[in-house]
């Protein structure tokens, strides 16, 4: 049994990912995945999405590749998508929302996306894609919804979510 939480930080390109794992990292202790990193160095790739200027990921070839890892706990787990993974996998899934389009524009426009790259993660953000996709995967009471568009976000995220992994941690630790 695993004595260390497994967190998805999942959302659109741009709403701040990265920047939650990598604090989460050092506040906690747990060890951020970066599943586009991981797809890259296993080679977890299918194909290339030329118009997108994407590859796109063998999800098979990816969880095949982060089994035994994931298995024994304790990762932030970076990355857009979170319906690939298996509940028994996964004890909280955070869905970062940037609700005000122009601050995520201006986020995505830096990363010098073709128009339609752009404009697919602008929807997918207005329309809570990734949201409604987290609530489908699993169950309601793993999932939470956290704004990430004010500089202080980041902070109160990050200390909330350390509250919740340490509360875990407790709570699995007495169960044992």
């Avoid at 998805?8 to 050092?26: D, F, R």
């Avoid at 602008?122 to 409604?132: H, K, M, R, S, T």
């Avoid at 987290?134 to 939470?144: I, P, S």
Wanted: charged share 30%; proline share 2%.
């Amino acid at each position: 049994m695993r004595t260390t939480p497994n967190v998805i930080i999942t959302g659109t390109p741009g709403v701040g990912k990265t920047v939650h794992c990598q604090q989460l990292a050092q506040d906690t202790g747990l060890q951020h995945l970066s599943i586009n990193q991981i797809a890259k160095e296993r080679g977890c790739f299918d194909t290339y999405d030329s118009e997108l200027e994407t590859w796109v990921v063998d999800e098979d070839k990816l969880l095949d590749a982060i089994e035994d890892e994931i298995l024994k706990g304790g990762y932030l787990i970076d990355w857009h998508a979170c319906d690939l993974f298996p509940k028994s996998w996964i004890d909280l899934v955070v869905v970062l929302r940037c609700p005000s389009t122009s601050v995520h524009y201006d986020r995505l426009s830096t990363r010098a996306y073709k128009q339609e790259k752009l404009q697919e993660n602008l929807d997918a953000e207005i329309f809570g894609v990734l949201l409604e996709e987290a609530r489908e995967a699993f169950d309601e009471e793993v999932v939470v919804e956290l704004s990430s568009e004010q500089d202080d976000d980041v902070e109160n995220n990050c200390a909330r979510i350390s509250t919740w992994i340490e509360s875990w941690k407790k709570d699995h630790s007495e169960t044992e």
